[in-house]
């Protein structure tokens, strides 16, 4: 089997600099709690088949905070799973029957000016109070374009968590909404297997940044965590509202 064929057909040095840039954001993600994912879905947009782009990037995602939270496990803060689970399946299934008909650019800018609102305001009741909801709209959306790590990030952070608490949350959220997409995209006949070696290759590098990125959080401050956190989720969100522009334009 050819090098070419064990990375699901990307090019050797376009698999090499994507597994670079997934230790870079896994350590991104560790150290300032959120950011990563949505980065690396950018550029594995700019090298990637779109077809293939947003389920490979959800499994991709799966592994890198299947690892985070691992290590930060005795963290986690556990009320809110098994609401957001439940709401994570219905989304997700409701995004699947509709992938195909709503304008992405709309979805986009929608989640991008709801993010900076709560960064700038305080995050409304519903964003903690009720994690079913959070986890239907996070799913729903993540089945369009991938990347709701910022979305899921407002809810942890309305928690209130200290740094390794929020970090390790948002991985336990996110590794179950990336495994509801992942059998979601399966069901509807994506075929994983051919780009098995790839994804391998990826999760691997992302590990190794994450536990680079673990050394980072723990010599952070609280608040020093939360500014950064804060400056991170308006930039995306600021990039999320241009792309989603560019897209009805």
Do not use: C, E
């Amino acid at each position: 089997m050819s090098l070419a064929a064990l990375l699901g057909g990307v090019p050797p040095w376009i698999a090499a600099l994507l597994m670079a840039t997934s230790f870079v954001t896994s350590f991104l993600t560790v150290a300032l709690g959120i950011g990563g994912g949505a980065l690396l879905l950018a550029v594995m947009a700019a090298l990637m088949q779109p077809a293939a782009l947003i389920p490979v990037h959800g499994v991709i995602q799966l592994g890198s905070n299947l690892f985070r939270a691992a290590i930060l496990l005795r963290h986690t803060h556990w009320p809110p799973f098994a609401a957001f689970a439940l709401g994570s399946v219905l989304g997700a299934g409701l995004g699947g029957r509709v992938v195909v008909s709503l304008p992405p650019g709309l979805v986009l800018i929608g989640v991008g000016v709801f993010v900076i609102w709560s960064v700038l305001m305080r995050p409304p009741a519903w964003l903690s109070r009720v994690p079913l909801v959070t986890g239907a709209v996070s799913s729903f959306l993540t089945m369009f374009f991938g990347a709701t790590g910022v979305f899921v990030a407002n809810f942890s952070k309305s928690l209130d968590l200290p740094r390794q608490a929020h970090v390790a949350t948002h991985a336990v959220l996110m590794t179950l909404q990336h495994g509801v997409k992942i059998a979601a995209f399966g069901l509807l006949g994506f075929a994983y297997g051919p780009r098995l070696g790839f994804i391998a290759g990826m999760i691997g590098a992302g590990f190794l940044g994450t536990l680079a990125g673990r050394q980072v959080l723990n010599r952070m401050t609280d608040r020093g965590f939360k500014r950064a956190l804060d400056v991170v989720l308006v930039l995306l969100s600021l990039r999320l509202i241009w792309q989603g522009l560019g897209d009805l334009l």
